[in-house]
Structures are given as structure tokens and as C-alpha cells.
């Protein structure tokens, strides 16, 4: 009976073991260089929930709010061709952290 015990012990604790490996390394951040995305308001464009109009860009069909950039840096958010009012083209670089983009840079690619 001992024995029975102690070996259901160990199957236990080896699930948890693998269990917290399993999250530590869904944890990582995705590096992204380079890539081509859509960018544009998170809320008004994609949809996403949030407190106010806020930059974000669409990576393999997913939509990450942008930290390291703001909306209005690439001119106005609520003009005819603003953010709030148009999807975008970008080539960005930065991580994936957190269900948010951490950007280092971001350049928007002219439509043609």
C-alpha cells in the first residue's frame, strides 16, 4: 500500500513539474523583425477592448495593443487617413510580450 502511494506521489508531482515548464515557456517573448503587419486604432479599427483610441497592429491575423509608440506619432489618429479611420501597412520590429508589442521600430509602407 505504501508503494501505491508513493507512486501515485510521483506521477502527481511529475504532471506538475511539466505543468509549470508548459508556462514558463508560453512566457517567452516572440521576436518579431522585420515584419510586414497592419497597423491602426485598436478599438476603432480592430475591434479590440479598451479605455481610449490606442495604436495597434495586426500580427498573423492576431491584434496587439503597441507599447514604445504612439497613435498620434504617425500624425493625426482622426484625420481622413488616420489611424482611427484606415487600416495601415507597417514593417515592424520589437517582441511580443504579454499579449502587447513591444516596438522598436515601425514604418509605414507607402500604399502601391
Do not use: W
Amino acid at each position: 500500500m505504501k508503494n501505491l502511494l508513493f507512486a501515485l506521489f510521483l506521477c502527481l508531482s511529475a504532471t506538475q513539474i511539466h505543468a509549470q515548464a508548459s508556462t514558463k515557456k508560453d512566457q517567452q517573448p516572440k521576436v518579431i523583425n522585420k515584419q510586414k503587419v497592419e497597423i491602426a486604432c485598436g478599438e476603432c479599427q480592430f475591434k479590440m477592448k479598451g479605455k481610449d483610441c490606442e495604436l495597434a497592429v495586426r500580427i498573423d491575423g492576431k491584434s496587439y495593443f503597441v507599447d514604445g509608440k504612439g497613435i498620434d506619432e504617425f500624425g493625426d489618429a482622426h484625420g481622413k487617413h488616420g489611424f482611427c479611420n484606415a487600416v495601415s501597412k507597417a514593417e515592424v520590429t520589437g517582441e511580443i510580450v504579454n499579449n502587447r508589442f513591444k516596438a522598436k521600430e515601425i514604418k509605414l509602407l507607402t500604399k502601391g
